[in-house]
């Protein structure tokens, strides 16, 4: 079942080395010459050598040195243990099972593990078996072997999470697996719809053969979808996900102690919401809990902070703060996210920036640039340093911006245009739907086709720049771009409701909050995360994490994604149809598999090892004979 290959044989011909000791060794026996004396008398007495242990010294000697040349030979072919991975050019089958959240229904994932053992056990004989396990990512647990008891272990072992499901991920991983075999997968799953919302990019390559093994999901489920605190009074949503009305107790959990409980009654398809009163205090976190014997189990909780975070602070530049734009909808749009807390937002003219110092404004994590026409010269280098080292900036082009100063605000040339351009109508066009910022647009509620822009500056293509979103006329409409140790996003209008109606869009809101939040990363305490978002070191699971010590320690909750929640299910036509092909040639070839197997293992470091310790031997050997 195991065998041993070389990823580089050719070095094997060194081998032959070894013929060199042997020969000298048989070229070079002393014989001693038998002299016929009448008479022993006549010998006089001398010392005899022991020539039994002379020789078997010689024996010793030869061996150590044959065995140092082998093993230098081995050594360098670079030797591995295939069996364990299996042949590289072997046929494998890769068996995907799903273990997210939508398998966590009572005896569903029981069902999963046996449909991925018979999907083992019934591989054709000559293929090897691959077991990929993924949720929000893929895990290869085990890669292509002959040993099938060790994927039929590692089934067994496997237990449904409470992740999200991303198939294309899966997907991508299989292929990776593959290579360039002959291959076939297997795709254990419960067929969830919101597998494929997720943006990824993965396929299966062409030729490779798939079949989907579909996992009945339960006919309804109850989540708590969301949980939100005012005053003494906790707010929480419980969703229905079945065809029937469902009743379920909801609990209010204050650190481990039940404070109240209520019943919510739900249509279905429909949400109730539920208000949960009781004596909590500003500090610690709290979950509220239904019951739901039949459905998914990781959502029959939401966990909720108490105490609120340190807003992040952001500082919005304007020509005048008396007028009628003055900022006022950036400073609205980010007063409302995270419902109040998470953003602290000055507004401040030029006038006041300008006598701000240097450590003022490092104070601010983000700054928004809405007008520069009351901005000096000391206000246009204080923005310049800032920038420069290591700030983060949005600017608006709109009429408030002078273009002729922005090369010393900025610190770089943009190729801005000063003449703006008259566009009635133009909408927004997202080139990366991937970037954080567009994160809220995936969905067609948040689309970004109802944004209108009017009037902007167009911008002269430039090198390191990145386009995130164009006008509808093929214009950027908002890029990117590193200045300094800083990080600079354009947005080519205004926003502030005079040559946009983007203020004035529902999408807006999302809009200010998401940038805001990609520009002040690392600077926010955030409080509240969503799987698969988890610090380092934490479990990939709902509940309370704390990070740090001391003062500096601060506690975390983590949900679910309610995106889980849904049992939604395509068709097995359907899921099957949706699966990209790669072509083959983008795939990893067979001796990269190989050489990953052998880095693993290194048995060549330990030839080398053993090389030095009967050279060694030989050496002291060899000083004893002399």
Known sequence: MFGVSFLAPLFLIGALAAAVPILLHLFHRKTDVVIDFPSVRLLTRAPVQQHRRRQLRELILLALRVAALILLAVSFARPYVAGAAAPVSAPVTVVLLDTSMSLSAPGQFASAQKAASQAVQSAPASDAVALITFADSATVTVPPTSDRGAVLAAIAAAAAGAG??????ALASASEVIGAREARVVIVTDLQQAGWEANDDGGIPDGVDVRVVAVAGPRGNLAVTSASRRDQVVIATVQNYGADEARAAVQLMVEGKEVTQTTAVMAPFAAAEVELRGGFGEAGTARVVIEDATGYQPDNARFLPLDPPPAVPIAALVADPSGATGGIYIERALSVADEGPEFAVTVADGRVLSEWTTAEMSRYAALVILGTRTLDRGGRALVKAYLAGGGQVLLTLGPDVDPGTLGDVIGADLGVVPAPVRAPGATLVASDSRHPIFRPFLIPS??????QVDQYRRLKDQEGRTVLAR????????????????????FVSDLDNQWSRFPLQPSFVPFAVETARYLTHGRQLRQQLTLPEVPAGAAMAPGVVTTGEGAAARRMVVNVDVRESSPAATTVEEFTNDISRTNRSDQRAPVNVAREVEERQRWWQVGLLVMLVALAGEALVGRRAA
């Open 164 to 169: 999200g499901t991303r198939y294309r991920t």
């Open 446 to 451: 948040g689309a970004l086709g109802d944004v």
């Open 471 to 490: 006008l509808t006329g093929g214009d950027a409409a908002l890029t990117e771009q590193v200045v300094g140790q800083g990080r600079l996003l354009v």
